[in-house]
């Protein structure tokens, strides 16, 4: 059975950092791109950031860059976003992903809210 468990969200001040995990079983890991998505209320889902499965290449989304990295830990099955100088138009529901061309998994997510 497939899972991706999310964790580590919760409510920090502008300004802070958060580190999410993404737990994931029930698929081969390492070969899977991953992703971090986020959600705010009343908008679209959004990518935030990817990394391959070897972990040798990343891409972040321009309201990422410079703030956020993205890892990977293929031996534990582990995906993270660090997130540091947050602001409050960082709050979402934060969603991992998993992703292989027509094989797509997705997290049921973790809630960051910035605020003060």
């Known amino acids: 059975q497939v899972q991706l468990v999310e964790s580590g969200g919760g409510l920090v001040q502008p300004g802070g950092s958060l580190r999410l995990s993404c737990a994931a079983s029930?698929?081969?890991?390492?070969?899977?791109?991953m992703s971090w998505y986020r959600q705010a209320p009343g908008k679209e889902r959004e990518l935030v950031a990817t990394?391959?499965?070897?972990?040798?290449?990343?891409d972040y989304a321009d309201s990422a860059k410079g703030r956020f990295t993205i890892s990977r830990d293929n031996a534990k099955a582990m995906v993270y976003l660090q997130m540091n100088s947050l602001k409050s138009e960082d709050t979402a529901v934060y969603y991992c992903n998993a992703d292989r061309g027509p094989l797509r998994y997705w997290g049921k997510g973790t809630l960051v809210t910035v605020s003060s």
């Open positions: 029930g698929f081969t890991f390492r070969i899977y791109v």
């Open positions: 990394i391959t499965g070897a972990g040798g290449n990343t």
